[in-house]
């Protein structure tokens, strides 16, 4: 069993970010999304960069231009780069989609990590294309996801974003893990998104996901709440993503489903280590984790699924990105992360 984190990390330094992703993910590193370097690496704002006829609001409410003259030559331009990259391979157009240093201060030097570490596998992660659509307006402060135009706007430039990082990554001749962050598939099918279709969701995944596989790395979907976890599966994902400390037992739910999803190969990311409850994180202990995963583990055995199954197919990671958290608990998250996993190794 190996160990996987999230994403983000409070630290303001880069260098000590990477030093942490050393100590503790040196088989599967990731690169640290740090809010505290710049606001560009937030998460609702690391991947905006080369979106076409966007614009940022001085309330910092993020909106597409919908109403410049500019907007259906922009998208169209846009449209046919998209398709000359991913028909055509054509990966010098792809470099206008890159991330650069200011949206991430991290992604050189997390390359530089994998060639040092001889890394078979390495992370990298966008935002979901379920929470991005849901986060941005177009002119009018309506929400993109309700705009068939944005949201195929949206997957597309995620899929370049998650692309790019495949092309970075397979440089170093390690294989990638690109996770889809989508926190807000939690509210699918609640009166706030009541108009949005199950279908729609997942065929979003699935438009990024399969640009992910097709080209030699591998999917996951984090979601650190309640959801539907059919919608991930359905979609082809290839690695879910939960907060197994507080939501393990809505994963049995699916358990039918599931069980399906394991045999075929997919993988649980089980979020056993608390990051978003500061309390839960203070007290814990690879004792108290150790049990909560084989509780966590012991919901799945109830319904017919066989243990061996489930560990032999199974991460132990944070429950979701530590950036928010003081220092000292984050690290304390991600030691714990790497020691639980060498526990459960040696059992």
Same mark, same amino acid.
């Given at each position: 069993? +190996?160990?996987?984190?999230?994403?983000?990390?409070?630290?303001?330094?880069?260098?000590?970010?990477?030093? &942490?992703? /050393?100590?503790?993910?040196?088989?599967?590193?990731?690169?640290? /999304?740090?809010?505290?370097?710049? $606001?560009?690496?937030?998460?609702?704002?690391?991947?905006?960069?080369?979106?076409?006829?966007?614009?940022?609001?001085?309330?910092?409410?993020?909106?597409?231009?919908?109403?410049?003259?500019?907007?259906?030559?922009?998208?169209?331009?846009?449209?046919?780069?998209?398709?000359?990259?991913?028909?055509?391979?054509?990966?010098?157009?792809? /470099?206008?989609?890159?991330?650069?240093?200011?949206?991430?201060?991290?992604?050189?030097?997390?390359?530089?990590?994998?060639?040092?570490?001889?890394? $078979?596998?390495?992370?990298?992660?966008?935002?979901?294309?379920?929470?991005?659509?849901?986060?941005?307006?177009?002119? $009018?402060?309506?929400?993109?996801?309700?705009?068939?135009?944005?949201?195929?706007?949206?997957?597309?430039?995620?899929? %370049?974003?998650?692309?790019?990082?495949? &092309?970075?990554?397979?440089?170093?001749?390690?294989?990638?893990?690109?996770?889809?962050?989508?926190?807000?598939?939690? /509210?699918?099918?609640?009166?706030?998104?009541?108009?949005?279709?199950?279908?729609?969701?997942?065929?979003?995944? *699935?438009?990024?996901?399969?640009?992910?596989?097709?080209?030699?790395?591998?999917?996951?979907?984090?979601?650190?709440?309640?959801?539907?976890?059919?919608?991930?599966?359905?979609?082809?994902?290839?690695?879910?993503?939960?907060?197994?400390?507080?939501?393990? +037992?809505? %994963?049995?739910?699916?358990? $039918?489903?599931?069980?399906?999803?394991?045999?075929?190969?997919?993988?649980?990311?089980?979020? &056993?280590?608390?990051?978003?409850?500061?309390?839960?994180?203070?007290?814990?202990?690879?004792? &108290?984790?150790?049990? *909560?995963?084989?509780?966590?583990?012991?919901?799945?055995?109830?319904?017919?699924?066989?243990?061996?199954?489930?560990?032999?197919?199974?991460?132990?990671?944070?429950?979701?990105?530590?950036?928010?958290?003081?220092?000292?608990?984050?690290?304390?998250?991600?030691?714990?992360?790497?020691?639980?996993?060498?526990?459960?190794?040696?059992?």
């Amino acid at each position: 069993m +190996e160990c996987l984190a999230i994403g983000s990390l409070p630290y303001d330094n880069p260098l000590k970010a990477l030093s &942490i992703v /050393q100590r503790y993910f040196d088989k599967i590193p990731f690169w640290p /999304q740090l809010a505290k370097v710049s $606001k560009n690496e937030d998460m609702s704002f690391q991947f905006l960069e080369g979106m076409p006829s966007f614009f940022g609001s001085v309330d910092e409410i993020f909106r597409f231009d919908t109403e410049n003259t500019r907007f259906f030559d922009d998208l169209e331009q846009f449209f046919n780069n998209y398709e000359n990259i991913i028909k055509n391979k054509d990966y010098k157009l792809l /470099q206008k989609y890159s991330i650069s240093e200011n949206f991430s201060s991290t992604f050189k030097p997390f390359l530089e990590l994998i060639i040092r570490n001889n890394c $078979k596998y390495a992370k990298g992660q966008v935002i979901g294309p379920f929470t991005l659509a849901t986060t941005l307006t177009d002119a $009018k402060n309506i929400c993109a996801v309700y705009d068939e135009t944005l949201r195929e706007l949206i997957v597309k430039m995620l899929s %370049l974003k998650a692309l790019w990082q495949i &092309i970075e990554i397979k440089k170093t001749n390690a294989i990638p893990i690109i996770f889809i962050d989508e926190p807000t598939i939690t /509210q699918l099918g609640t009166s706030n998104y009541i108009t949005i279709s199950r279908d729609e969701v997942i065929n979003m995944l *699935k438009d990024i996901s399969d640009i992910i596989k097709n080209n030699g790395g591998i999917s996951g979907v984090h979601c650190c709440g309640k959801c539907n976890w059919t919608v991930p599966i359905d979609a082809g994902i290839d690695i879910i993503s939960l907060d197994g400390y507080s939501y393990a +037992e809505n %994963l049995s739910i699916f358990h $039918k489903e599931l069980k399906k999803f394991l045999e075929k190969g997919g993988k649980i990311a089980w979020g &056993i280590v608390p990051t978003k409850d500061r309390k839960a994180l203070e007290t814990a202990d690879l004792k &108290i984790l150790l049990e *909560k995963f084989k509780k966590a583990v012991n919901y799945l055995t109830k319904k017919g699924i066989n243990e061996k199954l489930i560990i032999n197919n199974s991460f132990i990671t944070p429950t979701c990105g530590a950036g928010a958290l003081p220092e000292e608990l984050a690290e304390k998250a991600m030691r714990l992360t790497f020691e639980l996993k060498e526990r459960y190794n040696d059992n």
